[in-house]
């Protein structure tokens, strides 16, 4: 492989790959060798020297997963991207630009912001995660209930395929019909078809105006029926996200500056537009929640708003706040259910909580009824274990029952592959036949996603 990318690109240094052994899950696995590619050509040469010699190849971009998804479970390869992290081309005229697979999610909408424009999914990695790996998980995060996830954004993909061959699909047009949709089929694949070299993002305008309400409720039960309320009446935040009275604490305690109101849960919803727009959408909502909200009121001014968003993104870190003992494990930290079910859903977490006498902290993307459910347990304790599996188990089989679904965001990997079979039922099949007819000799990514 020296001869590909250069023996300074190359690790088989125990220190390094241990590095590589993990993401921020609780999945483990050991690389043999760490190569970081800076180019297409290498990818492709790499990848086809894998196929012949069967061995397994594992794309990473910032290893900040939580599904276990870039973790190289039977060893073999890991091919670090977080190298090709060009803008290759800037088509603002056209809407899109053209980016590497590294590039960091926030320094694309840094490098966006001059030309007024942006890249919406908002996942709470932003500053971390790259391009990449928000494809392969087809990441999304809090402005997706108005912006959607980030398969609304990929227009076209630059894929090395398992034995190596290049392949293009999609095109720099904004909609094709030009034969089966394979831009759709690899965005939220992790990495188990094919290695995403290069992507045609689309990117919008940015709003003229922004605004934040906070609207506190006594239970989050509560909190979720107003949003049914507020999303049946036809009114579409830009963002919608709940707090439960446990990650209020964390927050105030992690900066005590933001003074957020304690309650059974705080919505924040953010309109966005022109500053009609945002007026209409401040007053709709104010009048969908003020039967069940015990108070309402908007973020003064742009500071505070951009603080609480800062926070909001620390929420998962904060949780362990609560707790000097305690530390956050994430697992069973990502369902989805309907909107109409998402009430029942907050209540079936409250009993869970209970019936395992483990605190469980809620919040997340309640518009879109996507739900994390922290957990914190006394890592050296082998019953706060068994304890956090059972509730992750009845917490993700509590989900399907709803009509939702084990992972809304941050991906199948190994830690929910186990549920595939009971979320996807005989579609899975399907899955595994497109896998061995991409990947034959099942060196991509090995032992992800069910596949």
């Known amino acids: 492989m020296g001869n590909i990318v ?28 760490v190569i970081k590619p800076r180019t297409t050509a290498q990818v492709s040469d790499i990848v086809r020297l894998a196929y012949e010699h069967n061995i397994p190849v594992t794309a990473r971009g910032a290893g900040t997963g939580l599904s276990g998804g870039c973790v190289p479970l039977e060893g073999g390869i890991v091919l670090d991207m977080s190298g090709m992290n060009r803008i290759v081309e800037f088509d ?33 990695s932003s500053a971390m995660c790259t ?7 087809n990441g999304s995060g809090m402005r997706s209930v108005k912006y959607g996830t980030t398969r609304s954004y990929v227009l076209g993909l630059e894929i090395v395929m398992a034995d190596g061959k290049i392949i293009k699909t999609g095109s720099k047009t904004m909609k094709t019909v030009a034969g089966y949709s394979l831009t759709d089929l690899f965005v939220g694949s992790e990495g188990t078809l094919g290695i995403i070299t290069q992507a045609i993002i ?55 500056k933001l003074n957020l109101p304690q309650a059974g849960a705080i919505l924040l919803f953010e309109v966005d537009g022109s500053e009609a727009e945002v007026k ?29 968003w800062a926070a909001r993104r620390l929420a998962g870190a904060a949780i362990s706040r609560l707790d000097p003992v305690r530390t956050r ?40 009824g996507n739900l994390h459910t922290g957990m914190c347990i006394d890592m050296l304790s082998d019953e706060d274990w068994m304890k956090l599996n059972a509730a992750a188990d009845k917490i993700h089989r509590t989900a399907i029952e709803l009509g939702g679904t084990v992972t809304a965001e941050h991906g199948v990997g190994s830690a929910r592959s186990e549920y595939m079979r009971l979320e996807l039922g005989s579609a899975l099949d ?14 991509l990514n090995p032992g992800k996603m069910g596949v």
């Open 430 to 443: 399907v899955m595994i036949t497109i896998k061995k007819a991409l990947d034959p000799k099942g060196i």
């Open 202 to 256: 689309k990117v919008r305008a940015l709003p003229k105006e922004r605004s934040v309400i906070f609207a506190s409720f006594k239970t989050p039960e509560l909190a979720g029926k107003a949003v049914v309320k507020v999303l049946s009446s036809g009114i579409v935040p830009s963002a919608c996200e709940i707090l439960d009275s446990n990650i209020i604490r964390a927050l105030n305690n992690y900066d005590p």
């Open 6 to 33: 250069g023996t300074e690109n190359i690790s088989v240094a125990s220190c390094e790959l241990y590095c590589y052994s993990s993401d921020a899950s609780q999945i483990r696995g050991m690389p043999e060798v």
């Open 92 to 124: 603002l005229d056209n809407l899109q630009v053209i980016v590497e697979p590294g590039i960091v999610q926030e320094k694309l909408n840094k490098a966006l912001e001059p030309y007024g424009f942006f890249f919406p999914p908002d996942p709470g």
């Open 329 to 368: 494990v994430y697992v069973g930290e990502d369902v989805g259910v309907p909107i109409k079910e998402i009430p029942k859903m907050l209540h079936k977490v409250d009993e869970i909580s209970k019936e395992f006498d483990l605190p469980i902290m809620t919040y997340g993307h309640i518009g879109d």
């Open 280 to 308: 209409e959408g401040i007053n709709l909502i104010v009048k969908a929640c003020e039967d069940l909200a015990s108070a309402i009121r908007t973020a003064s001014d742009k500071k505070e708003r951009d603080e609480i």
């Open 131 to 137: 391009i990449g790996g928000l494809i392969a998980n």
